[in-house]
């Protein structure tokens, strides 16, 4: 888990910031939380900050009483104390990122990100890459897929599909096993075909109605 200033690269020559963060890992059987609190200056050479505090074996233990059905509770509280630069104090957001699985994930894609590695556990043991950017940028698209797919076909056009069968194919040819998610997505697919061809056919006995009435 790191924190990391959001956006720094578009941030001013010279900037700095100096924050006080507390994260909260909430324990959700008990009180006994885990939490790391301190201060820390971020600056254009140093604009993440590495929180090795929860080994994720422990969050990954059921017995720990941190993951629950799935779900990780993380309540973080962020105050900056002193800004260099020209940006206004509003303008400079931080983010809370996690290692899971050896992949860099934000904090609100944890629970999925979790879940689905317990389903499917060997679903990265081909991925080869060590590079860190494009270990973040894949899974990012892996988990925006998946989020994808939690729509209803109502929501989704056929343009939607088409770039997630993209995406599906660039993930499975960089060594993911997405078997399970391409199933899924032919059903989606499937059923966004048989919705389309439900309202053609409403709209065409619209058609022969307005005729008759016509008549």
Not at 13 to 21: A, C, D, E, L
Not at 37 to 48: A, I, P, V
Request: hydrophobic letters at 40%; one cysteine or more.
């Amino acid at each position: 888990m790191y924190l990391e200033v959001a956006d720094h690269g578009s941030l001013p020559f010279g900037w700095k910031r100096h924050v006080r963060y507390l994260i909260n890992l909430v324990n959700q059987n008990t009180v006994k939380d885990s939490k790391l609190n301190g201060l820390e200056w971020f600056d254009e050479h140093s604009f993440r900050s590495d929180l090795k505090v929860f080994p994720m074996k422990d969050i990954l233990n059921k017995e720990s009483g941190f993951l629950v059905n799935g779900e990780l509770k993380i309540v973080a509280e962020v105050e900056v104390l002193e800004v260099i630069g020209k940006l206004d104090v509003a303008e400079t957001t931080l983010t809370i990122v996690e290692d899971v699985y050896g992949f860099q994930i934000l904090s609100s894609q944890v629970e999925v990100a979790c879940h689905m590695f317990e389903r499917h556990p060997e679903i990265a043991s081909e991925f080869r890459s060590k590079n860190p950017n494009l270990r973040t940028g894949y899974m990012s698209l892996l988990l925006g897929l998946i989020e994808t797919l939690c729509q209803s076909p109502h929501e989704l056009h056929k343009a939607d599909l088409a770039v997630a069968y993209d995406a599906l194919r660039s993930l499975t040819y960089a060594g993911f096993k997405l078997d399970w998610l391409e199933k899924k997505l032919d059903e989606m697919s499937e059923k966004k075909e048989k919705e389309e061809a439900g309202e053609i056919r409403m709209q065409e006995i619209d058609e022969e109605l307005k005729h008759l009435k016509q008549k």
